[in-house]
T-cell receptor, first 115, second 114 residues
Framework: NAGVTQTPKFRVLKTGQSMTLLCAQD?????MYWYRQDPGMGLRLIHY???????AKGEVPDGYNVSRLKKQNFLLGLESAAPSQTSVYFC??????????????FGPGTRLLVL | AQKVTQAQTEISVVEKEDVTLDCVYE???????LFWYKQPPSGELVFLIR??????QNEISGRYSWNFQKSTSSFNFTITASQVVDSAVYFC???????????FGTGTSLTVIP
């Protein structure tokens, strides 16, 4: 099992460019999440999904969109990148038990630099 | 207000010393879940423990132990006889029964000096 994988590992964008981060999991988890990690801020939840075709906003959703067309994939999109979106992005997944209490398994992270 | 507070930003200890990482949480829910994750220098997040609010029994796993005290809203993590491989950032997290949010603390960076 690969667990949770993220593509790409590192990316540099110019302000205003768009990009999509891909998260894939092979554990048949229902729930998937996108976080960003900034120095001194810990991890903050951007968006999450409780199943295929469903998404919801987390703590810091502005400037991001997500899609969950397939159960195993969760895409995070930046339509018009801003320097404030320079961060390390983590994807996670977990089993479904009705609410998000189960242990989350994390991907290796994607470092994004917006110039 | 911070849901999860890790007041210790950085800690340095000499190898073989014991070290305790503090975690204080805030919630109005009676049912909630607490977690600890480790982030080594390589960057990945490694799950360490999950504890629900109804289980106040302390847990020990090898050199790791966790002290959950609802009376003080704390879920502290102790490493006994620390080793260099324990050097990492450690995150405490909270998941509440209401709502679908997961709150992380800001992390404690632990350095174990050989």
């Amino acid at each position: 099992n690969a667990g949770v994988t993220q593509t790409p590992k590192f990316r540099v964008l110019k302000t205003g460019q768009s990009m999509t981060l891909l998260c894939a999991q092979d554990m048949n988890h229902e729930y998937m999440y996108w976080y960003r990690q900034d120095p001194g801020m810990g991890l903050r939840l951007i968006h999450y999904s409780v199943g295929e075709g469903t998404t919801a906003k987390g703590e810091v959703p502005d400037g991001y969109n997500v899609s969950r067309l397939k159960k195993q994939n969760f895409l995070l999109g930046l339509e018009s990148a801003a320097p404030s979106q320079t961060s390390v992005y983590f994807c996670a997944s977990s089993y479904a038990t009705g609410v998000i209490h189960e242990t989350q398994y994390f991907g290796p992270g994607t470092r994004l630099l917006v110039l | 207000a911070q849901k999860v507070t890790q007041a210790q930003t950085e800690i340095s200890v000499v190898e073989k010393e014991d070290v305790t990482l503090d975690c204080v949480y805030e919630t109005r829910d009676t049912t909630y879940y607490l977690f600890w994750y480790k982030q080594p220098p390589s960057g990945e997040l490694v799950f360490l423990i999950r504890r629900n609010s109804f289980d106040e029994q302390n847990e020990i796993s090898g050199r790791y132990s966790w002290n959950f005290q609802k009376s003080t809203s704390s879920f502290n993590f102790t490493i006994t006889a620390s080793q260099v491989v324990d050097s990492a950032v450690y995150f405490c997290a909270l998941s509440e029964d209401t709502g679908n949010q997961f709150y992380f603390g800001t992390g404690t960076s632990l350095t174990v000096i050989p």
